[in-house]
């Protein structure tokens, strides 16, 4: 993984602020590839792509949909499914968190060096449209229906970067088993809700989900991850540029577990491509057994790390004694602390959430980047604004 003594990207929090860059239209384009710190700490040109880039492999966005035309997005966005009632097939994104989320994934750029790359850059995008707003049985019944449909159409990972679902649910916790049962790799972001009291949500604490919080440049744990004993593994999750869907060019960068639980799921890929005989729990296993420990030297596993840091190139590598152990999900038998009942047997504080105005729950500020060309210069405006979230969130 590296000793995360990271180098400070192209924006930093200022007291009260943020320092954005403004300069020509490609020095601009290649600077958003350049502040993509995580590429640099995990060596991905240099030591994962090599391995694999996620040929083949499917990863299902169950998200605000995925905006298929955006410029680092052609071509990897498949047609999917939209469970909001809207009738689209997922590739319509009115929030753009879903956007962010698929770019840290499978993003391959534009041009020579501009743009952003996700973490498996050949990898596929199944985007799945769901609820945000609404309350009550349409949301949870969508992130059930969801599931299965990615399980259905091939995803070979899920990534849900959402939470506020409620566990108590029979129909999504059976669609969470199937998807187990079907040799899927689940993964969640456990919440954005910090040190307050509040559990790690669902649909991560679900037996069976890997469990994303989320570390910051230092890997330290990012002040507002939610941490309980669900927590399985801690991705990047702090200053993290992703694509926006306000435009086809857009951009911004956002905090929280919503962008840790995309690079896991990337992970995911990656290793479900050079290794595609393994388990869903083996590759869970690679993941769990080859994470950095934490630099507060906890055991592990803990609440807060829970396995410890996300280190994609030890995932990748050979692990003998792993790829030839059980093939079954080692987190089917986790303990849920909020005491949900078993299952039948049949949220981002958005630093500078692009154009978009999306990927944060609770209330918190953000700080929205819109880019206009003008005379040849790339002008950021910046406008800042209150966010607050109903119970169903992104994080």
Sequence with gaps: MGDWQLRRGMAALAAGGLVAAIGTGPACADSARDAQWVLSDYRASSVLWPESQGNGVTVAVIDSGVMKDHQDLVGQVVAGADFTGEGTDGTVDKDGHGTGMASLVAGHGHGDNAGIMGLAPKAKILPVRVSWSTEGAMAQSGLAKGIRFAVDHGAKVINMSIGGYSG????????????????????????????????????????????????????????KSTYGPETTLAGPGAEIYRASAK?????????????????????????????????????????????????????????????????????????PGVDNGPRENPLVGRHES??????????????????????????????????????????????????????????
């Design 338 to 395: 909020q005491g949900a009942p078993p299952a039948d047997d049949s949220t981002d504080e958005a630093v500078a959430p692009g154009a978009d105005g999306g990927g944060s729950s609770g209330s918190g500020t953000a700080v929205v980047v819109g880019a206009a060309a003008a005379g040849g210069v790339l002008v950021l405006g910046l406008s800042v604004f209150a966010v607050v979230r109903g119970r169903r969130r992104r994080w």
């Design 247 to 319: 435009s086809s060019t857009g951009y911004g960068v956002a905090n929280g577990t919503s962008d840790a639980s995309a690079y896991v799921s990337a992970t995911a890929a990656l290793i479900r491509a050079k290794n595609p005989n393994l388990s869903a729990g083996q590759v869970i296993n690679r993941m769990i057994k080859s994470a950095t420990p934490a630099s507060d030297g906890a055991t592990v596993p803990n609440d807060r790390y829970g396995y410890g840091i996300l280190d994609p190139a030890k995932a990748l590598a050979a692990n």
């Design 168 to 223: 108590t649910d029979q129909e999504t916790r059976t669609a969470v088993k199937y998807a187990v049962d079907h040799d899927v790799v689940l993964v969640a972001s456990t919440g954005n809700s910090g040190q307050q009291a509040a559990p790690v949500e669902y649909p991560a604490a679900y037996p069976g989900v890997v469990a994303v919080g989320a570390v910051d440049r230092q890997g330290h744990l990012w002040e």
